[in-house]
């Protein structure tokens, strides 16, 4: 079934109903690095006011399509801001475009779904001694089973809510004719630019989208080769009730309140005509006869992330601004500063696997897919491109973080509600951030976790009876939702704020920024580990400290210790003693932690057939192949495990791998690529990928769980950069797991702990040369499996031998702050 009218997939009853379903059932060869500015690009004047003829040559970094979408998930195209998202169909006679002010979302504050007020999943009355007793149990029976826990433990999420699509702006092109040749839909990833181009009637047309940063707005460019031939009705429409829509001077204005929480919302579009007539009626804007037209469109709410109340301004003069600003320039400069803000980022690094894209549309491509030919070679670069720009797109300095959706949604009642899940969704959107050159995407999960930290305080006293620090569980909200709902294989996962504050460490090891560290970073673990500190308890089998009660992520069963809880605990701990460490403060704190970890159960036993166990006892299944590897964290994104460092356990991770299978949901190949990556097997982590590729990816290449699920393609991008270059384990790492279908290539501007870029050719499934840009001056580590002591040359950029020392297949390079190294095996 195709979606080609509006369907906002309201279901009978409360929305969340909707969720327990779904739950239940290339550069030149002269340069060195992507270090130096963005290149020029080509003005949009002439291609805007003059399009040319029709003779489409696909674009290295493009997606592109000989038909209209059809369904919103599967081919819309998406564009976005962080802020705002867009999804256009390029329909010929309707064009439609699904748009998303990420703010929007029902429940919270002011709600009372059930007649029940909103308190962030907190228990509404106490439970003496509940806690206790679940631990008893375990204790005395070492499993229990969720359905029990969950009784115990767990509570309706009253007032919860879930993202809502803004609504649906419509272009009705009527009186054009409908017979059309040419046809070519596509989106530049390098740009940030949509494109639709078609003759009709002896006409070229061509429409451009965009969604702005540094404005704040998505803005639609419609031209035609013909003066004269632009004539279209703007519309908008809206799932929401009691919506008001006007029209007046060009400019719709859509602006309400959700009948859910009383939220506050408020869109414009201004239509801006070149020539022709231009009439506004009731909620309807008529452009007739125009040589082209621009449509500028801004959104917001009264939300603000501000506990305990969520609201800020009321949003229209914030909106009526954007939009007047940007109607006051014209389409070329609003586009120029557009493709300028978003190459600033996209051009920092780039990735060649040998091959152009073929000239057949991006869906037939991904339909021939199988990993053999050459041509995939070019479909896996494009979709490594993808993830990249999708992180862009979604995730700007301002904006909430990129939920399971991005920034993208047209339901009402979405997939587990578009949130945020923190027991592996919401972390692996951020993989890819620090090692593919883009770290200012982060600082939105910063700023989100941080405003946890105050609801998650009175959920940690009520629920956990921990006096210092704070929790969140399993999936949150833009409501400071940090206690637990009733889904009894899902609603218990106290580790969740314990791996985000992997992300702040990660931040400072790949920047160095030491500000960041002493004023974000340090402060939030601390915190965290506070609440460890008070909930760890002690097992009576053996006197080590464990989380009790654990649950390996939806898998089970509840019982103490299970690994994935012990290792996440043990890299939160580990890392604030290191950032402790680094700053030179807080040494009796830090006495204690170590002293804790010492303590601590590591969460690595092998169990009787050479795997690594899940849970503290050797209950593992060889023929079971659940998606979650969640027993695994240590070997990635962790660092515990590693193939040097602790062999027997990484031999023991990919025992367990192997019994996993390769397949599983889009999310699960991806980590799954990253674990073979860390073991060093490329050709494994590339049948992983190549799976993703085959069976999770839709023919507009978002990852399908299935339903569409953003954190897959997030995931894949990560895999295939860590199949490149690894540095966690103190020693830059250059083709550590490549695979042997990569026999060429060339990559520019991953980034490696310790504030490094780096670029490498390689040939024959060889290094053939390395550039190491630095940050600071110090000594780098580097390995790769073509060094030979003393048969390494290393020169600085003007091509004057450069100082090092080896080891087997390691050397020692001495750097200064923005020199760079090249590095020739």
């Given at each position: ?194 494109s639709v181009r078609y003759r009709a009637g002896g006409t070229n047309y061509r429409r451009e989208y965009l969604a702005s940063n540094p404005h704040g707005v998505v803005a639609v460019r419609l031209t035609a080769g013909a003066q004269g031939s632009i004539s279209f009705d703007t519309s908008f429409t809206s799932p929401h009730a009691g919506r008001r829509v006007s029209a007046e001077d060009g400019r719709l204005t859509v602006r309400g309140t959700l009948a859910d929480n009383g939220l506050v919302y408020e869109g414009q579009i201004q239509v801006i005509a070149e020539g022709g007539a231009t009439t506004s009626s009731d909620s309807v804007v008529k452009v007739s006869g125009a040589d082209a037209a621009t449509l500028i469109f801004s959104a917001g709410t009264d939300y603000a992330n501000d506990y305990p109340k969520y609201r800020g301004e009321d949003p229209h003069e914030g909106v009526t601004r954007r939009v007047d600003t940007a109607s006051a320039l ?496």
């Open positions: 079934m195709t979606d080609r009218s509006p369907q906002y997939c309201v279901p009978p009853g409360r929305e969340s109903l909707a969720r327990r379903s779904v739950l239940q059932a290339a550069v030149s060869a002269g340069a060195l690095l992507a270090i130096s500015s963005a290149p020029e690009f080509t003005s949009a004047a002439n291609a805007v006011n003059q399009p040319q003829a029709l003779s489409f040559v696909p674009q290295r970094h493009s997606l592109w399509y000989a038909k209209p979408a059809e369904s919103w998930a599967r081919e819309s195209l998406p564009v976005g801001n962080g802020s705002l998202g867009a999804n256009f169909f390029g329909g010929v006679v309707q064009e439609r475009l699904t748009l998303n002010e990420k703010t929007l979302w029902t429940g919270g504050p002011g709600s009372n779904e059930g007649g029940h007020s909103y308190d962030h999943g907190n228990w509404e009355k106490p439970r003496p001694g509940a806690l206790d007793e679940v631990r008893q149990r375990i204790d005395d029976e070492t499993q229990v089973p969720s359905s029990w826990v969950g009784q115990k433990l767990g509570q309706y999420e009253w007032g919860f809510g879930a993202y809502q699509p803004f609504g649906d702006l419509l272009l009705d092109f009527s009186g054009q004719d409908e017979e059309v040749s040419d046809y070519v839909r596509s989106l530049d990833l390098q740009e940030a630019v949509g014209s389409f070329a400069d609003l586009r120029a500063a557009h493709v300028r803000d978003h190459r600033a980022l996209f051009d920092r690094m780039t990735l060649v696997l040998g091959e152009a894209l073929p000239a057949v549309p991006t869906d037939t491509l991904l339909a021939g897919y199988t990993g053999d030919r050459p041509e995939d070679r070019a479909l896996e670069q494009l979709f490594f491109e993808y993830g990249r720009y999708l992180l862009i797109a979604s995730s700007r300095p301002g904006s909430l973080p990129a939920n399971l959706q991005g920034v993208w949604n047209n339901m009402t009642a979405p997939p587990w509600d578009s949130d945020y899940h923190v027991n592996i969704n919401l972390q692996m959107n951020y993989w890819p951030a620090e090692l593919t050159n883009l770290s200012e995407t982060t600082a939105p999960l910063f700023e989100y976790a941080d405003s946890l930290r105050e609801p998650g305080r009175v959920s940690a006293r009520q629920i956990f009876g921990a006096d210092k620090g704070w929790v969140v569980s399993n999936q949150t909200n833009t409501w400071g939702f940090t206690g637990v709902h009733d889904y009894a294989d899902s609603f218990w996962y106290p580790e969740g704020g314990a791996w985000l504050g992997q992300h702040f460490m990660e931040h400072y090891r790949f920047t160095g920024d030491r500000r960041f560290l002493r004023e974000r970073a340090y402060p939030y673990l601390k915190e965290t580990a506070e609440f460890w500190l008070d909930f760890l308890v002690e097992d009576p089998r053996d006197g080590k400290l464990v989380v009790t009660p654990s649950f390996s992520p939806e898998h089970g069963p509840f019982s103490a210790g299970a690994s994935m809880s012990q290792q996440i605990v043990w890299d939160l701990l580990t890392n604030t003693v290191e950032a402790s460490e680094e700053l030179g403060i807080d040494r009796p704190f830090r006495t204690r932690l170590e002293e804790t970890l010492d303590k601590l159960d590591p969460g690595t036993r092998i169990g009787s057939w050479g795997q690594l166990q899940e849970w503290k006892q050797d209950w593992d299944d060889p023929a079971d192949q659940h998606r979650h590897v969640s027993h695994l964290f240590g070997l990635y994104p962790g660092r515990q495990i590693s193939r040097d460092g602790t062999p027997e356990l990484a031999k023991a991770a990919a025992v367990s791998l192997r019994a996993r299978g390769d397949a599983g949901t889009g999310w699960s190949t991806a980590w799954k690529t990253n674990f073979w990556s860390r073991l060093g097997d490329g050709d494994q982590a590339y049948r992983v990928l190549a799976l993703q590729l085959s069976r999770s990816t839709l023919p507009n290449l978002w990852d399908s769980y299935p339903p569409f699920q953003i954190d897959g393609n997030f995931g894949a991008t990560a895999g295939m950069a860590e199949m490149l270059l690894q540095s966690d384990q103190g020693v830059v790492d250059l083709l550590p797991a490549l695979p042997s279908v990569w026999d060429k290539g060339r990559v520019d501007g991953l980034r490696a702990r310790g504030g490094y870029t780096v670029g490498m050719d390689w040939q024959a499934g060889a290094l053939n040369e390395a550039r190491i840009k630095a940050d600071r001056k110090g000594t780098v580590r580097v390995r790769a499996k073509g060094f030979h002591a003393g048969q390494v040359k290393v020169v600085d950029e003007h091509g004057r031998p450069a100082y090092a020392s080896s080891h087997r297949n390691v050397i020692d390079l001495r750097v200064g702050a923005g020199e760079i190294m090249r590095i020739l095996p």
